[in-house]
């Protein structure tokens, strides 16, 4: 374990850039090795997640390779080309690369065994199972649903029209990788939208896709089977998700001044800066322009006086990994911030739900935990106690990113109990953020 305690060194000041985002970096690299030809990536995020997914990518053929300029080149095998892997794929501690890469290898005629660290391997798997099975792919999964389990592959795959029980963009987008080699057309019905990366780079590389939106905005989306895909090139945007810490502790360290550079704002992924501008935060976007068919946009941050709100459940989805950084905000808030809506929060890398309100209550927040949510009564903007023991984080990055913020805002710093999980989505972000406090 490799603790750390973060202390208040004063007011936040300069510019950063954060690493390109995960969701995307995920894709580009899987429909890359689908594709037939060379698809080149620049601001691909590497952390471990996404490396889990570049090395299962090349243990069913395709080529990932990253260049000496920092630019990745991806040389597909085309779609139904996947080979069959000869060792158990490591997920490490991504849930983005297992449930996404079930559904491509499900419509292949292969079998696979995945595998991940401890934290991945309590998640739950079967609501990727479900959908797939109906495709034809046969799984055999640990007590739960859960990983190790073994797929083996459909060919070909029976086409299906599936209404998502719960909003999850990793179901749906499993849905839809399995569909590029299903033949006909594969349906995903979401009656509450979530992030839409898979839809436009599914289009981007060449899938015929379709999405109508009715009055409800109930979203039905259509992929064509058996599709070819041409190869791109990918100008990957700073994750939104990474850019939330950076956020939340530029509004709640006071004096601080900083400006995010490249910032995706796919509306799918923004509703936290939705909610921190509801609670009276100063997040203003600065050339805002399109990359990739993705909107992004600079993010100037300053120093505010933050107010609790309700959250209205209606934008979880479109903030689902952000919420431990919202906590931290509501806890230095004036007043009471109430969240509900959040049960996707109990099966991330940890429950998210009761290891916030623990890890808080333990820096001298006042949280109370409910069935769903958490009922936070903010400090006015005094600083946190802080803790006089190490934060249990649980292995999971989120939750010590958003203490660190926490300890930046405290009178005796917070201590969390192992820094190494958070190279899984951000490794530089220590480096970052000891940058902005000079």
């Known amino acids: 374990m490799r603790p750390r305690r973060f202390l208040p060194t004063g007011p936040l000041t300069g510019r950063i850039r954060v690493p390109g985002d995960k969701s995307i970096s995920h894709r580009s690299i899987m429909l890359g090795a689908l594709a037939v030809g060379e698809t080149r990536v620049t601001g691909l995020l590497e952390g471990e997640d996404v490396l889990a997914t570049a ?13 000496g300029d920092g630019e990745w080149r991806v040389s597909g095998v085309g779609v139904g080309a996947l080979l069959q892997p000869e060792a158990a794929l490591d997920m490490g501690n991504s849930g983005t690369s297992t449930r996404l890469l079930m559904g491509l290898v499900s419509s292949h005629p292969i079998t696979a065994s995945f595998v991940g660290d401890a934290s991945l391997s309590k998640r739950p798997m079967g609501r990727v199972i479900e959908p797939l099975s109906r495709m034809g792919a046969d799984f055999t999964a640990s007590p739960g649903g859960t990983l190790p389990l073994m797929l083996r592959g459909a060919a070909p795959a029976v086409p299906i029209e599936y209404r998502l029980p719960v909003a999850s963009a990793q179901v749906k987008s499993a849905i839809l990788l399995a569909g590029l080699n299903t033949p006909g057309i594969t349906t995903v019905i979401e009656p509450v939208p979530t992030r839409d990366h898979s839809e436009r780079m599914l289009r981007g590389f060449g899938a015929q896709l379709d999405v109508e939106t009715d009055a409800d905005g109930v979203r039905t989306i259509r992929i064509v089977g058996e599709a070819e895909l041409r190869p791109q090139v990918i100008e990957v945007p700073g994750d939104p998700s990474s850019a939330a810490f950076f956020i939340v502790a ?34 203003d976007e600065l050339n805002p322009r399109e990359v990739g068919g993705e909107p992004v946009a600079d993010l100037h941050v300053r120093h505010s006086v933050l107010t609790g709100i309700a959250v209205d459940p209606a934008v979880a989805p479109s903030m689902i990994d952000e919420f431990p950084a919202l906590f931290v905000a509501a806890a230095l808030a004036q007043g009471r911030t109430v969240t509900t809506g959040l049960d996707e929060l109990r099966v991330k ?14 820096a001298g927040a006042r949280v109370s935990e409910t069935e769903d949510g958490l009922i936070i009564d903010g400090t006015g903007g005094d600083p946190l106690p802080g803790t006089g023991h190490a934060i249990a984080t649980h292995l999971d990055h989120r939750i010590a990113m958003s203490m660190a913020v926490a300890g930046l805002v405290s009178t005796n710093g917070v201590e969390v109990d192992d820094t190494r999980p ?6 530089v972000f220590e480096a970052l953020l000891d940058g902005l406090r000079g």
Do not use: C, H, K, Y
């Open 55 to 67: 090395a299962a990518m090349r243990a069913m053929g395709a080529s990932v390779e990253r260049l």
């Open 422 to 427: 958070i190279a899984t989505s951000f490794p």
């Open 349 to 362: 890398e940890s429950d998210r739900l009761a290891v916030m309100a623990a890890a808080l209550t333990a």
């Open 250 to 283: 530029a509004l709640i360290v006071p004096g601080s001044d900083v400006v995010i550079e490249n910032v995706g704002l796919n509306p799918t992924r923004a509703g936290l800066i939705e909610v921190l501008r509801l609670m009276g935060g100063q997040i």
